[in-house]
């Protein structure tokens, strides 16, 4: 069993088990405004992976070749880094939405 | 640049974002210190596996030294000044958004 390498798949997998269920119970509605997700995730996304591919070339970090599926990407970033960008974000943002629907008296500044 | 220091540019950056460039002014608003500390927990909780495990590993001479539940302290400043970015450009969006579908 070449269990090893899920290690970082398996933190990715965890992310979306611990928020996702937020989109179906308190039905916070995120995924389906992809428009909206894409302008909110892509500019962070595009300045911490550019300085992530840096970093590794730079070996100021490195991720363990035996811990990612072996799937790269560009600048020879796993495939699990580039998720990354994607479901934590997706995460954060159904997390504030969830709080949003809790609190409806608190305002967040994009109210009508 | 060190990790130390481009976590600081990175915070600097999202506050910028929040508090001066699209003014969404999460920074004084309860519902996103109530979404950071439900989130914090979290990410100590997946940057501990990620660290301890030695899926990603630092070069100690790119970071202070100082670690919590396993992983540098430079990774919670870079947790904050994403989670800040991200929702900072989602309120943003999500008012012009409502602008564009209900003109005033």
Same mark, same amino acid.
């Given at each position: 069993m070449y269990v090893e390498k899920y290690g970082y798949v398996g933190m990715l997998v965890f992310t979306v088990l611990a928020s996702f269920w937020l989109e179906f119970v308190l039905k916070v509605q995120v995924l389906r405004r992809i428009k909206r997700i894409a302008q909110s995730i892509l500019p962070p996304a595009i300045f911490f992976l550019t300085w992530d591919a840096i970093a590794v070339h730079r070996n100021q970090w490195s991720f363990d070749a035996d811990?990612?599926?072996? %799937?790269?990407g560009p600048f020879h *970033?796993?495939?699990e880094e580039y998720l990354f960008f994607i479901v934590v974000p *997706?995460?954060?943002i159904m997390t504030l939405e969830a709080v949003r629907r809790v609190k409806i008296q608190w305002r967040v500044g994009d109210e009508e | 640049m060190t990790y130390t220091e481009i976590v600081f540019l990175a915070l600097g950056l999202a506050m910028a974002l929040d508090l001066l &460039? %699209?003014?969404?002014g999460l920074l004084g608003r309860k519902t996103f210190w109530t979404?950071?500390?439900i989130i914090l927990p979290f990410q100590l909780l997946t940057n501990w596996w990620l660290t301890s495990r030695e899926i990603v590993m630092y070069n100690s001479k790119d970071i202070l030294g100082v670690r919590i539940a396993s992983a540098p302290i430079e990774d919670l400043i870079y947790g904050f000044? *994403? &989670? *800040?970015?991200v929702l900072s450009l989602w309120v943003h969006y999500g008012k012009r958004q409502r602008k564009k579908t209900f003109p005033a």
């Amino acid at each position: 069993m070449y269990v090893e390498k899920y290690g970082y798949v398996g933190m990715l997998v965890f992310t979306v088990l611990a928020s996702f269920w937020l989109e179906f119970v308190l039905k916070v509605q995120v995924l389906r405004r992809i428009k909206r997700i894409a302008q909110s995730i892509l500019p962070p996304a595009i300045f911490f992976l550019t300085w992530d591919a840096i970093a590794v070339h730079r070996n100021q970090w490195s991720f363990d070749a035996d811990q990612v599926v072996g %799937i790269y990407g560009p600048f020879h *970033l796993p495939v699990e880094e580039y998720l990354f960008f994607i479901v934590v974000p *997706l995460a954060v943002i159904m997390t504030l939405e969830a709080v949003r629907r809790v609190k409806i008296q608190w305002r967040v500044g994009d109210e009508e | 640049m060190t990790y130390t220091e481009i976590v600081f540019l990175a915070l600097g950056l999202a506050m910028a974002l929040d508090l001066l &460039i %699209i003014k969404t002014g999460l920074l004084g608003r309860k519902t996103f210190w109530t979404s950071y500390a439900i989130i914090l927990p979290f990410q100590l909780l997946t940057n501990w596996w990620l660290t301890s495990r030695e899926i990603v590993m630092y070069n100690s001479k790119d970071i202070l030294g100082v670690r919590i539940a396993s992983a540098p302290i430079e990774d919670l400043i870079y947790g904050f000044a *994403l &989670i *800040l970015g991200v929702l900072s450009l989602w309120v943003h969006y999500g008012k012009r958004q409502r602008k564009k579908t209900f003109p005033a």
